[in-house]
């Protein structure tokens, strides 16, 4: 116990160099800032009782964000945020999480695959890899931060299950993938074909094909798992304007990485633009190159070591693989495969790259024994060196630059907000904001208004028959009763706004965001799943298949 403590702030200690900027009392300026506003809407959703948390009350006219956003990293933010931390915070605390379960998880897999001297330089490479301080210096891209907590426990598991089959691990590879669905859509996109290959490489490392089943029955439970987020969606997302998401500037064809680009040392605060003219960083990172090729050199010194060739290989493939990628050479698979269009930045695949290289570098510090120990220790400190000025913000913002994702009637107004998740009856986001229903032809008087996240409640008087708007966006589900029966809707007005008629009467309005027969389905199944999983975890006989 003492020792895993001891590795643990070791783990620690290693990692807080890389974060330090986040404990600074002001927060500073990052490509995408919206973490803020999801955080905010999301802990309100679950608050108003929206559980599981689908709509976002507050974006503009209320948006169905978290049906198609996977937001498993924002469910610790309003854990967090309960324990007293403002929103603020809550982004700091869950970038710094991040890091440092990054670097228990790399930790965990590179001490079975090489022992504790392989693990700590895997660590190393992992949590200091330039592409990991884009995410948290330069995008801000919070989820993806997270993402890389999982591809090491994925392979862990995977690991461990190809060991020995047993139920237990069965499960605990399926929550591994979950996991990682339940985090970052776009990441698990990029990773799964990579987690193939590494079950294809297990199978012949163990010459056990039949190993196949239990790999399938992980993945099946996975989706089970998630499927109160796959199946809505998967199945609703005709409902929302995909093509913000893969239009214009998030056109995958502006974003390939010329080779050079990996090898330059460039560090920037800019965009992504078509051509070589990046204000990004693409690379790699200096002491991630010599790792591989050392490790490649001394794979041809041990070539008689058939089982480290074979998974130097299936490494190095991997690696050239995620290169590949992400340069235009390889636009045909790009076009082959449309939904590829939706990972948007093909240098997201940095993310796989790093991760490979990091597991590279512990199958390298296996070697470095005896007279070559001295090159372990230089490579230790060289890969900090490179990279630790990295780590940093280009500057710090005043707090007021994030009230407009904090206050509910800043985000109303739209200020800043992307349309990444509008419903397709949305034509325009433009005019003045709506407080309260309207009527576009015949005359209303509303006594009341009060809206929640997935439920509103109003009183009004209507004097003639009422054409009449309210300021909710519509989406499947949202259901209006009057006087607690069922009113048929009409088409949503050009802003997409929920519209209905009523005749001359008073009447007491509900508006309540029911799940459709998708969202049941996909509910009922994570439970069982999660239940079942839990049974089989907890029982005794689980305990003896670890």
């Known amino acids: 116990m003492k020792n895993k403590l001891f590795i643990l702030l070791t783990l620690v200690a290693l990692t807080l160099p890389t974060v330090l900027p986040f404990f600074n009392k002001k927060f500073f300026y990052t490509q995408d800032y919206i973490f803020i506003a999801r955080l905010n809407q999301i802990t309100t959703a679950i608050f108003d009782g929206n559980i599981p948390p689908r709509w976002a009350p507050d974006l ?62 895997s660590t190393l490479l992992y949590v200091y890899a330039p592409y990991r301080a884009v995410d948290m210096y330069v995008r801000g891209a919070l989820s993806e931060a997270w993402a890389f907590v999982f591809f090491p426990l994925i ?6 299950l190809s060991e020995k089959v047993s139920a237990k691990r069965v499960v605990f590879l399926a929550f591994s993938l979950s996991g990682l669905f339940l985090t970052h859509n776009v990441t698990t996109l990029m990773f799964l074909p990579f987690f193939a290959l590494f079950v ?79 204000g990004l960083s693409f690379q790699v990172g200096l002491g991630n190159w010599l790792i591989l090729g050392l ?4 794979g041809i010194i041990k070539r008689k070591d058939k089982k480290y060739l074979i998974l130097l290989l299936f490494l190095v493939g991997s690696f050239i693989l995620s290169i590949i990628l992400q340069h235009n050479k390889s636009a045909f698979i790009w076009e082959a495969f449309p939904l590829m269009a939706f990972i948007q ?47 940093k913000p280009k500057e710090y913002a005043d707090d007021s630059f ?85 009113v048929d809707q009409m088409i949503p007005s ?30 009922i199944t994570s439970l069982i799943c999660i239940l079942g999983s839990l049974l089989v975890l907890f029982s005794k006989k689980g305990f003896k298949n670890v």
């Open 60 to 121: 503009r006219f209320g948006e169905p964000t978290f049906n198609f956003y996977a937001a498993l990293p924002y469910y610790f933010g309003v854990i967090i945020h309960t324990l007293g931390f403002n929103f603020i915070w809550v982004a700091k605390i869950l970038f710094i999480l991040s890091s440092i379960l990054s670097a228990v998880t790399m930790y965990i897999l590179a001490e079975k695959l090489f022992g504790k001297k392989g693990a700590f330089l």
């Open 155 to 160: 392979f862990y598991s995977a690991l461990c």
């Open 295 to 298: 490790a490649i050199v001394f």
């Open 345 to 391: 930045f093909p240098w997201r695949f940095l993310s796989i790259s790093i991760f490979i290289i990091a597991i590279i570098g512990g199958s390298l510090a296996s070697f470095l024994k005896g007279r070559h120990s001295f090159i372990y220790f230089i490579l230790f400190i060289f890969v900090i060196l490179t990279t630790i000025s990295y780590f």
């Open 402 to 486: 994030f009230d407009k994702f904090l206050h509910k009637e800043v985000m109303q107004q739209g200020v800043d907000l992307t349309k990444d998740y509008l419903p397709i009856w949305v034509q325009t986001t433009d005019g003045k904001f709506l407080s309260l229903p309207e009527t576009k032809s015949g005359k209303i008087e509303v006594i009341n208004f009060n809206k929640r996240a997935g439920y509103a409640q109003s009183q009004i008087k209507v004097f003639t028959n009422s054409e009449i708007v309210v300021p909710i966006t519509y989406f499947p589900g949202w259901t209006v009763l009057a006087n607690k029966k069922i």
């Open 200 to 278: 294809t490489y297990l199978m012949i490392k163990e010459k056990k094909w039949v190993l196949l089943f239990p790999f399938l029955a992980s993945a099946v439970l996975s989706l089970g798992l998630a499927s109160f987020f796959l199946l809505p969606a998967s199945f609703e997302k005709d409902f929302i304007q995909t093509k913000y998401l893969i239009v214009g500037y998030f056109n995958f064809r502006a974003h390939f990485v010329a080779f050079s680009q990996f090898f330059s040392t460039f560090w920037g605060y800019g965009s992504s633009v078509w051509g070589r003219e990046d």
């Open 494 to 523: 050009e802003r997409g706004l929920i519209r209905f008629s009523l005749p001359a009467g008073s009447y007491n309005l509900q508006f309540e965001f029911r799940d459709t027969p998708v969202r049941i389905i996909g509910n």
